[in-house]
């Protein structure tokens, strides 16, 4: 696997005057207009946003899901554009975790095995991989379902399983994309409760995009979007300027 | 009359025809009646081009097969057709001496003392057929097996046509074409001949060069007045013609002739269309004279439709395993398609479109797929024919040791045939697969969620019900009519109903189809000896063959399918420490895992391919290996030989003793036979005498040879016993195991008329059995005593009844001289060296010599290669599989889009990705190369244990060849992954962000 660059920055996670285009050839959406944003060590951040402003654009820029076409994304001081496809996808094993809106599970794994499915990728013995994704479960409060398969769960402890990989290996961030899009209200609220506690007793940096602001509540920071361009940012007002 | 599928060719054409014409019919007032929805289902077609073109290839493959299947039949029939006419010409029908014609095609034995008849016949015949308008010539002929030597180039041709007729009454029988034009008879000189193409390259000569005739007497030279070409009867090979005076003076017969040749109004092909009505014209004429009127070109015609309707059969029989992976693979394009459509179904029913409506739209675009497909599966069968007709071609120039004019040819009848097939079994499956769609749960089917598991206890009980009841009446059925089939399948079909009936008794899955799968599998694969130790004898034929491989196919997938589980844990076991692997395997075993139907059926598909191909390579390459041992197919001689008719050798050891070009020491056993064609007819049957052939074995060959006997009769010890009898008591006989009855059936070849009956060939004993033999030509008789049943390997140079020389020799006095000749030659001697010494030692004889070894070889290698041919044409249904597999990987991608982009986001390289695929892909590939070897050799073992039991066969052996089948295990891996490829480079290149928004 690609070797991770040494953590040197102020910042988690900083996008630096971010443009992003969709060209379907016969209309091109500017899906990010010149975003700046920086997320620091432990914070965890909701980005809202009526639909179509680019908040799930920004997750995957961010992410290194999906190129930039403009400006630059610095995680941990590196920038994710002098990275190869390789060397992004190797980041993502080994230092970031997602939780999506529609559980992304694989229906044919059971819960351990899909937890410790980013393990095996990173090339930990399946051992190891076993014990550290009973070891999440158990912190997402699954054990007792651990071999029970996606369509055994109910949507909560499938949100739960998500969470419990996307910790599994220890990330600097969990990038979350809509957690409770898909559950009802008492499963949404165990469910940001749940990644409230992983962050306050685990420093883990969040990073959510979602429309419900009883989540977005729960953060640090809020921060709007409109129209592909940051316009507020939580209890800031604005974004730190960079230099 | 031609068969196919056991239904007569003409009547299996109407029945499609009219049951297509029906159902295309109701489909086109389903459309006319609701043209939204044709519109609906059919613009579909051209959503994704890819993807139809990737399904019209899966449905288009069964009916390739067919289509391959049947027009090697026309091809066959056509060339075999075509050579009649080559041989034969303008000839319609052979005037002759009654039995000097016959046309069982044994290939080795001329008769002698075959009558000769005034010239003035012809006389007669032109009368009798006078103002009848039915034919345009009849001339006097002598065609006759001569041998001609040309001295300066120092060739020897011993075996070559004299085709001589009167020059005058040669209008109708074709133009000979000289190298400057028409050449004729009358204008050949009294020392000059015309010699045609094969015959000038034969002996390396050219115009005026000098030729020795030799035909019993003094040999005459004559000079080559032109090289032509012709075609007229017996001139197919090397001919030689002369006027029909010289000829009457070279053979010793002035003012005689051998035949008088009739042409027919008409051309070469339609000539044979007037045959019956000349056949009644001139019988009457000249039975009084001891003459007969052959019809050869009409029953050559004949012949060559009933060869073909076998090949037709043989192909089709062959052709059933692919033919079913090909309907498997029509269910599963469209439960793939109905998957796909799942969503939008659903919505269309949720705003107002009834089942009904639902079902028509997926039939309409099942039809478009379909009528095209179809099209396209006969004319690329068609294609595939032609390559394998090419094939064959080299593998006939083997065996007959000339080039074989293979002539392609395919029926109007043959590709409806075909066609209507696809399109009706393809219907059926879309039609099928279009109610099962439109049962679907609708609020399920719009969220993408899986269908509702519905108990349906009283359903599958009645199912059960039926399949038990309907598979016990086809198993009293088999076992009362003594038949294999009906039981084995009644036997599976009451299993595989019990599957149901454990499950509502609350038997797991797992157990119940793991159960009920390996014990159709089990019993199926048990020796045929146990079966019929519990169930009484049963008669076996290729639909056994077939029905059990299927059965035991399906038993061996459900319990793999059901227990694969275990089986890849075991696999994750030992290659999951591989770390870089770990991943990647687990993905791609988990979906196979997941997805039952699908990979049982692609598992099928594959593994009845490979089982099928094993099983045949294995227990054909034992077969033919078993025939590669020269002491058995010589008959415990090294060189066999035949002179001409008119030439017998009437004491072939006096006169290899008495031969200045030969070392008698080179030769301790000269043994000859003679050859007659006769009719026969078993006594006390009351069947009338039918055309078959009788050879004398003198005491040499009686003495020495080692011949094996498939059947002894009763009262008799061994082999050398029956072959002592017949050498010490007049009247006793033998014959070749094509008349002998069996109960079971293995053959694809016209049955011979003349038969046997009263006992099995392959069970019981046998009794003496009486046949009456006539000579035709002199319409003496006598009975003979069957005492044996030649071993079923026995060369084909030894078809007909054998008897002592002796007792031929009295019954038919001047007419059974020895024509065909057998040697062993002394240890050191070369029987090649020996062969060709016999040929010149023998000119005037017109012998051809062949050493046993070489014989043997060239039917060897026929025979290899035409299995390698069969081979190939099973193979066919590799082209399913590697559909099904396209079909399968292409919806996996589109399916699992979403969840590559979760691989993606959470660390999946595309590599990794893409190798998940091809490991999917791999994991199918390498189960059905296990699993259908393992069956096919299991079985192959069966097939030669069984056979091993009959007397002909004792010495069989399983041999495997290895290297055969690494090569097939290398192409069906290849081919795997070759349909992988683009469907797993597509999932790796798919966009995370892109995937993720996918729903």
Known sequence: MSEIPTDTSEFLVEARDVHKVYDTGKVKVHALNGVNLAIGHGEMVAIMGPSGCGKTTLLNCLSGLDSVDEGDVLIEGTSLSSMSDKERTDYRALRMGFVFQFYNLMPVLNAVENVELPLLVARRSQKQARARALDALDLVGLTERAHHLPDELSGGQRQRVTIARALVNDPAVVWADEPTGDLDSESAAEIVELMRRLNVERGLTFLIVTHDLAVGEQTDRIVHMLDGEVVQSGERELAPALP | ???????????????????????????????????????????????????????????????????????????????????????????????????????????????????????????????????????????????????????????????????????????????????????????????????????????????????????????????????????????????????????????????????????????????????????????????????????????????????????????????????????????????????????????????????????????????????????????????????????????????????????????????????????????????????????????????????????????????????????????????????????????????????????????????????????????????????????????????????????????????????????????????????????????????????????????????????????????????????????????????????????????????????????????????????????????????????????????????HTTFGFAKIAEGYEGGSDVWEALASRPGLAVVDATVAPRRDSFGFAPPNDFRLSGFLLDEGPMEPVDVLVRDTQTGRDVTLTVIGILSESTPLEMAGMATSQKTLAEAFPGRAYPTIFYFDTAPGVDPAQAATELESAFLAHGMEAESIEEVMRDATSASVTFNRLIQGFMGLGLLVGVAALGVISARSVVERRQQIGVMRAIGFRRGMVEASFLLESSFIALTSIVVGTLLGLLLAWNIIEDTRRQPSWENLTLVVPWLNLAVIFVLVYAVAMVATIAPARKAAKVRPAEALRYE
């Open chain 2, 1 to 703: 009359m031609t068969k196919l599928f056991g239904i007569p060719v003409d009547t299996f054409l109407a029945v499609l025809l009219i049951a297509l014409g029906v159902a295309l019919g109701i489909v086109a007032v389903l459309a006319l009646r609701h043209p939204v929805l044709v519109k609906l289902g059919v613009r579909n077609v051209g959503r994704r081009r890819g993807r139809t073109a990737l399904i019209v290839v899966g449905l288009m493959l069964g009916t390739t097969i067919v289509a391959t299947a049947l027009t090697t039949g026309d091809t066959m029939s056509h060339t075999i057709r075509g050579g009649a006419v080559a041989t034969l010409g303008q000839t319609d029908e052979l005037v002759s001496a009654k039995g000097a014609e016959i046309s069982l095609g044994t290939g080795l034995g001329s008769a002698t003392g075959v009558e000769y008849f005034d010239e003035a016949v012809v006389e007669r015949i032109d009368r009798a057929l006078a103002g009848q308008g039915l034919v345009d010539g009849v001339t006097p002929a002598i065609i006759e097996q001569i041998a001609v030597q040309a001295p300066e180039q120092r060739q020897t041709e011993p075996r070559m046509t004299l085709f001589a007729a009167d020059p005058a009454r040669m209008e109708g029988f074709g133009v000979i074409e000289g190298t400057n034009g028409p050449a004729t008879l009358t204008a050949l000189d009294r020392s000059e001949a015309y010699l045609n193409e094969d015959a000038a390259e034969e002996l390396g000569v050219r115009p005026g060069d000098r030729l020795l005739i030799y035909a019993g007497g003094p040999s005459l030279r004559v000079f080559v007045k032109d090289i032509v070409s012709y075609e007229g009867a017996g001139t197919a090979d090397s001919a030689l013609f002369l006027p029909l005076a010289e000829a009457q003076a070279l053979m010793g017969r002035p003012n005689q002739v051998r035949h008088v040749l009739v042409s027919n109004r008409g051309d070469e092909w339609t000539g044979a269309d007037l045959t019956d009505q000349v056949v009644a014209q001139l019988s009457p004429v000249l039975a009084p004279l001891g003459l007969e009127v052959d019809p050869s070109k009409s029953d050559a015609i004949e012949e060559a439709d009933l060869s073909g309707a076998a090949f037709m059969a043989f192909f089709t029989t062959f052709g059933s395993f692919s033919i079913a992976a090909g309907i498997l693979l029509i269910f599963l394009v469209f439960v793939m398609l109905a998957a796909e459509r799942r969503g939008e179904l659903g919505i269309a029913r949720a705003i107002g479109t009834r089942r009904g409506h639902l079902v028509q739209t997926f039939t309409f675009e099942g039809v478009a797929y379909d009528l095209v497909a179809a099209l396209v599966g006969a004319l690329f069968g068609a294609l595939v024919a032609f390559f394998m007709v090419f094939v064959m071609a080299r593998a006939f120039d083997a065996a007959a040791g000339e080039e074989v004019n293979i002539e392609f040819a395919v029926t109007p009848r043959s590709l409806a045939i075909a066609y209507a097939m696809g399109v009706l079994l393809t219907l059926a499956v879309v039609a099928v697969s279009a109610w099962r769609v439109s049962t679907m749960t609708i609020s399920a089917a719009i969220r993408n969620l899986p269908e509702p598991h519905v108990p349906r206890h009283r359903r599958r009980l009645a199912l059960a019900g039926v399949g038990l009841t309907l598979g016990a009446l086809m198993t009293f059925s088999g076992v009362s009519g003594d038949s294999a089939t009906p039981a084995m399948v009644g036997t599976s079909l009451m299993i595989v109903s019990l599957v149901p009936v454990l499950r509502v008794l609350g038997v797991s899955e797992r157990i119940a189809f793991t159960a009920c799968g390996l014990t159709i599998a089990v019993i199926l694969m048990l020796p045929w000896s146990w079966w019929e130790a519990v169930l009484g004898p049963l008669s076996m034929n290729f639909s056994t063959w077939i029905a059990a491989g299927l059965m035991i196919v399906i038993g061996a997938v459900w319990a793999i399918v059901f227990n694969a589980d275990l089986l890849l844990g075991l696999a994750m076991s030992l290659l999951g420490r591989i770390r870089r692997l770990a991943p990647v395997l687990k993905m791609s075993m988990a979906y196979p895992l997941a997805s039952r139907f699908r990979t049982g059926t692609t598992l099928a598909m594959f593994t009845l391919v490979v089982f099928t191909l094993v099983t045949g390579t294995a227990s054909n390459g034992s077969f033919i290996h078993a025939l590669e041992n020269v002491e058995a197919f010589g008959g415990g001689f090294d060189v066999r030989a035949s002179a001409g008719g008119g030439t017998p050798v009437r004491d072939i050891q006096g006169a290899v003793a008495e031969s200045p070009e030969l070392e008698a020491g080179d030769f301790p056993v000269a043994a000859a036979q003679s050859f007659l064609p006769i009719e026969a007819a078993q006594v006390g049957t009351g069947r009338p005498l039918e055309q078959y052939v009788v050879r004398g074995l003198d005491t040499a060959f009686l003495r």
